[in-house]
Nanobody, 122 residues
Framework: QLQFVESGGGLVQPGGSLRLSCAAS????????IGWFRQAPGKEREEVSC????????KYVDSVQGRFSISRDNAKNTVYLQMNSLKPEDTGVYYCAARWTCGGNYRNYVYWGQGTQVTVSS
C-alpha cells in the first residue's frame, strides 16, 4: 500500500518542541513535493508547510513562519517537521502527503497516512 507513516506527535507544553517524521511506505518520495498538513477539531485541513523534491524551495503558512522547519532526507525516504515554540493553536492531527509540486488544494495531494496527534497544552 502506498502511503506515508507519520510519527513523533504527543502532548507538549506551550513553548515546547516536537519533531515529526513522515516516512514513505511502498514508494520513493524523491521525485515528489511533500506537504505537512494539520487538522484541528471542527476545522478545515490546512497546509502548514511544503518542500519541493529538490529540497531547495520550502513554504510555510504565516502562523508557523519562524517556528517550524521542514526538511527531507531522500536517502531515508523521510520528511521531517521540526516544531519549536509551540502554541495551543498548533494542536491538531498532523498529516503528510505528496504532490508533483507544492501548493493548491490539499485534495490534490496523495498517499495520505493516518496522521499523528499533536496536543499543546499546559
Amino acid at each position: 500500500q502506498l502511503q506515508f507513516v507519520e510519527s513523533g506527535g504527543g502532548l507538549v507544553q506551550p513553548g515546547g518542541s516536537l519533531r515529526l517524521s513522515c516516512a514513505a511506505s511502498g514508494f520513493t518520495l524523491d521525485s515528489y513535493a511533500i506537504g505537512w498538513f494539520r487538522q484541528a477539531p471542527g476545522k478545515e485541513r490546512e497546509e502548514v508547510s511544503c518542500i519541493r523534491s529538490s529540497g531547495t524551495i520550502t513554504k510555510y503558512v504565516d502562523s508557523v513562519q519562524g517556528r517550524f522547519s521542514i526538511s527531507r532526507d531522500n536517502a531515508k525516504n523521510t520528511v521531517y517537521l521540526q516544531m519549536n515554540s509551540l502554541k495551543p493553536e498548533d494542536t491538531g492531527v498532523y498529516y503528510c502527503a505528496a504532490r508533483w509540486t507544492c501548493g493548491g488544494n490539499y485534495r490534490n495531494y496523495v498517499y495520505w497516512g493516518q496522521g499523528t496527534q499533536v496536543t499543546v497544552s499546559s
